[in-house]
């Protein structure tokens, strides 16, 4: 392969924050291979407008053409530099995990008491229903709190 530079632009130089870096690879067969440099700059353009219109800030991107490429086609390659997603993914994740973590715990601590109950109907229970669950929760929290010192 013989990558050659096509396009390289740098813009909004005194952006800080953070940036998401995208390469990618994409291959122009006949019959649009006559013009393709212009095809495949085209389709480089429809990108950065599409992550124009997300709201990221575009930075850089660049465009090279393999020389190599077979007869039958054209292979170029795409790297493009972005401000990250708008989106606190890790918040947005945490958060999701903190309450499907709750909703786990509830469930336990909900078939817990119904055990512990059908056990009292039963005359073999030795503990009420709602200290057992406390105690699962605590049990739990022990395990929580033990893994993140480790």
């Known amino acids: ?5 096509l396009v390289n632009e740098k813009l909004n130089q005194g952006y800080e924050g953070k940036a998401e870096e995208c390469s990618y690879t994409f291959t122009v067969n006949l019959p649009e291979q006559i013009g393709s440099a212009i095809l495949a700059q085209h389709s480089l353009a429809a990108h950065i407008e599409e992550l124009r219109k997300e709201g990221s800030v575009v930075l850089e991107y660049r465009l090279w053409e393999d020389k190599m490429s077979g007869t039958w086609s ?18 947005i994740i945490v958060g999701v995990m903190v309450i ?5 715990t509830n469930q336990v601590i ?3 008491q119904e055990t512990v109950r059908y056990l009292a109907e039963e005359g073999k229970a030795l503990i009420p229903p709602i200290t057992v669950g406390m105690l699962a929760l605590a049990i739990f929290g022990l395990v929580i709190l033990t893994r993140r010192r480790a």
Do not use: C, I, R
């Not at 392969?1 to 530079?5: A, I, K, N, R």
């Open 1 to 5: 392969m013989s990558w050659e530079l």
């Open 74 to 91: 054209t292979d170029y390659q795409a790297e493009v530099v972005a401000s990250s997603s708008p989106l606190f993914w890790a918040v």
């Open 100 to 104: 499907l973590g709750l909703l786990v």
């Open 110 to 112: 909900k078939n817990v």
